[in-house]
Each structure stands twice: as C-alpha cells, then as structure tokens.
C-alpha cells in the first residue's frame, strides 16, 4: 500500500466512532431543497473528521474537515447554511476523489 496508516486504539476508535454518530445525527434533518445535503463522513484522525456535503444549486460535492471535539451549535449552523457552501473564499482544490472542493474549519 502506498500509504502508511498508523491504526487508533480501539479506545479512541470507539470515542470518534461515537462523536461521528452524534454529528450526523444532529446534521440529519428533513432535506430542503435550498440546504446542503449532508452525504458521507470519514473519520481522517484522532480528532478530525471530513463531511461530505452536496451543494443545493451547484453540481458539486464539498469536503469540509473539522475537529469533532468542536462540533457545536455554531459549526452545525454554519454547515447547514446555503451561504456557506456558496462562500468561494474558503473553499480549496481538492485531491479528495470524493469532492470538488475543501474547505478546512479545524480552527472554528
């Protein structure tokens, strides 16, 4: 394999596993066509997370990393808002196969 994988504990494997559940489980609401679609999620680190988000009114996917032990009220508004996605200055080129673009929110 190309990449070296440094595999969690199954302690802290466990603890991401559970914050992943209950991010998407606070994202998960009934879907409005003006809202972005939270679409996948990937566990990238001991404390980092991507979410996959399909943009309402562009044919795109979009990647956001975040840290899960900062995944309040203020981050899930932000990622459910239709003017985040649409904000271009935050967003990256990606070499994710899974999305168009990234955008980093570890500091939020």
Partial sequence: MGQNVNMP?????????DRLLSLV???VTTHAPWKPLLIGAVITGDDHMRLYFRS???DRTCGVDVL?????PGLLGALVSPAFLADEHLHQPSDDPHCDTVVDLTDY
């Fill in 25 to 27: 489980r606070a994202l």
């Fill in 9 to 17: 504990e199954s302690h802290d494997e466990q603890a991401a596993s």
């Fill in 68 to 72: 899960t032990s900062r995944t309040g």
């Fill in 56 to 58: 309402p009114e562009r």
